[in-house]
């Protein structure tokens, strides 16, 4: 049953009418299940196939505006129906669909040509913010915390990041576009409840604009259990990903800032700002 | 059964599912409920805005665990990762029993997300029974299973399906969460009585009851739960409130889900038959040994 209910629908949302044999879909339903007098066998398990290919493209469309936007409904159904033809849901939660979609999106590409890099990196701001709603957060790391470490010491300090903390380097100012997407799906939906049609109309034709090409860093966190995107300088994040790597916070210091492009001092005062407004955020924990 | 020992001695009356839509009335008026049912699934997580949502509900409200993807058929047994969540979760919200589906939904790793019909066959009977008495030894609290809604019926099947779940009840010792909705719906798209069903479950097994809403197709009935409660189900909550006595009673709203007093007073309707029930003096249902069937 089983092979039945799982496999894709027609192109009019309908089960297919051919077993992979070349039987007709209706003799091997027939095996299966018991027809009524109002539904045939066939019918009666259509209604499971329908049913689990709406629920599960429905979750992925909810968790996927970006990529729908570049692509248009059409094209993201038919690559969320091939990724999960090649990656069906292995959770017991619909939560974790989208997890492997910008692995698949990147090995796969003909789904998403021209734009796959720009939906590579989509996929991995959207999978981001999935990650950042519910992951685990650890006791902050607090000034007192550091005060007990002697100052000789501190150097060689092992800071933690909050496991929720998404850092993401893109090719694409994926945040940006993300915002305006959410935007223009506000206005669509406040517009539904008007009565303004040509509004609508302008609305529905004016696409969200494809964001150009431009190296971003990017923090996904949260704040309050809400979920903010914050733009990070390329030395920010560097000194963030090497202290996730497990380096001491010299080593960070050194593999985060560039040699010699400013004063000591310079940097000296720009990473005191970071770390401050990073303990402000609760980015920095106790590591276990 | 007002208390039993498949609902941990409770008389929770009649309560609600917790719902997104519903989280900021919830927490800012605080409005009185008897107990809120969550859904297991959506709070097996490490942390976020679910579980501090959950704490709060759980300060002021009572909360029963209700489960979508356990699968208690299922032939691989229950899944050891998603048993240990669900204890973590069950240690937090205290919730007297645990209630999921008399279905399964996964295959080799794979999940349908869905609440798939069993064959109801002996076989399937007693691996399911051992799923259960598997689950309530590691959780360490009463579990009771639900019948769920039905599009298809299987040739390999040796009974009926309200066999079957006695049956499985009986040979796992645990407790029914009887959907009235669902009999509703599965008698409808299979042609046998609703009544029939009520009559011939074990009715001192009950430990809970959900009502919800349902939507008619032209040649079938679809579970939705996204419409207030249709009046032949009704008519059937009081059959079976009649039967099995005043139970702890849910309604399932989670799709189009309207305001929160619009949810809460359509559950609260289920009042009227719980009073018609204590009028008439119901005597507590009796256990009946199991007719065999075999």
Redesign the interface.
């Known amino acids: 049953m089983w092979r039945v209910i799982s496999r894709p629908l027609t192109a009019d949302s309908r089960m297919q009418s051919r077993w992979t044999d070349g039987r007709a879909t209706s003799t091997v339903a027939a095996q299966i299940a018991k027809p009524n007098d109002r539904l045939t066998s066939f019918e009666r398990l259509e209604i499971y196939n329908r049913m689990y290919w709406f629920r599960v493209l429905d979750s992925l469309y909810e968790d996927c505006p970006g990529l729908r936007a570049v692509l248009g409904d059409t094209k993201f159904i038919r690559l969320a129906e091939a990724y999960l033809v090649k990656y069906p849901s292995g959770s017991f939660t619909l939560r974790n669909l989208p997890g492997r979609l910008a692995h698949f999106i990147r090995t796969t590409p003909r789904h998403t040509r021209p734009h796959t890099a720009l939906c590579h990196d989509l996929a991995r701001f959207e999978w981001a913010r999935v990650e950042v709603f519910d992951t685990a957060s650890r006791p902050l790391f607090t000034i007192d915390d550091l005060l007990d470490v002697p100052p000789a010491r501190q150097g060689k300090l092992k800071l933690a990041l909050q496991p929720y903390l998404q850092l993401l380097r893109l090719d694409y100012p994926v945040d940006d576009f993300i915002l305006a997407v959410k935007q223009r799906e506000a206005q669509l939906l406040r517009g539904e409840a008007s009565n303004a049609p040509t509004e609508q109309r302008r609305l529905r034709e004016k696409k969200t604009k494809r964001p150009p090409r431009a190296r971003t860093h990017v923090a996904v966190h949260r704040l309050d259990s809400q979920i903010y995107f914050k733009r990070l300088e390329p030395a920010a994040y560097r000194i963030l990903t090497a202290l996730r790597a497990g380096a001491t916070l010299e080593q960070a210091l050194a593999t985060g800032i560039p040699r010699a492009k400013k004063s000591r001092s310079d940097w000296a005062a720009k990473v005191q700002g970071w770390f401050r407004n990073w303990m402000e955020l609760g980015w920095l924990c106790r590591r276990e | 059964m007002p208390a039993n020992k498949f609902n941990g001695y409770t008389d929770y009356g009649i309560g609600i599912g917790l719902r997104i839509p519903h989280y900021e009335h919830i927490l800012s008026r605080k409005p009185s409920v008897d107990w809120f049912e969550i859904i297991s ?2 709070f ?10 959950l704490d709060q509900i759980l300060a002021q409200y009572q909360v029963v665990q209700h489960g979508v ?1 356990m699968y208690f058929g299922a032939a691989a047994g229950p ?1 050891k990762e ?1 048993l240990r969540r669900l204890k973590t979760l069950t240690k937090r919200t205290k919730t007297p029993w645990l209630t999921d589906h008399l279905c399964w939904g ?2 080799d ?6 609440l ?1 019909p069993m064959p109801y066959t002996f076989a399937a009977a007693k691996q399911t029974a051992a799923n259960i008495r598997q689950v309530r030894d590691t959780l360490e609290i009463p579990i009771a299973v639900e019948n769920v809604s039905s ?5 390999v099947s040796e009974m009926t399906e309200w066999e079957f779940l006695s049956e499985v009840v009986e040979l796992a010792d645990c407790g029914i969460l009887l959907d009235v909705n669902n009999i509703y719906v599965s008698a409808k ?3 046998f009585s609703a009544y029939d069903y009520i009559d011939n479950v074990p009715h001192h097994r009950v430990a809970q009851m959900h009502i919800a809403g349902h939507t008619k197709f032209e ?2 009935i ?1 579970d939705t739960h996204d419409h207030p409660v249709l009046d032949p189900v009704w008519k059937l909550y009081a059959h079976a409130t009649k039967l099995c006595g005043v139970t702890a009673t849910l309604l399932e709203w989670d799709d189009k889900i309207p305001s929160f007093d619009e949810v809460h007073n359509e559950a609260l309707k289920a009042n009227e038959f719980i009073a018609q029930a204590r009028e008439a003096k119901i005597p507590v249902p009796q256990k009946i040994s199991r007719t065999k069937i075999r």
Do not use: Q
Not at chain 2, 151 to 155: A, I, L, N, P, S
């Open positions: 699934e959506n097996m997580v490490d942390g976020g805005r679910p579980l501090e949502v993807a899944n998603h996964s295959v790793g794979t999940f349908s997300h869905d798939l599009y298809t019926e299987f040739h798209n299979h042609g040649k079938y679809l």
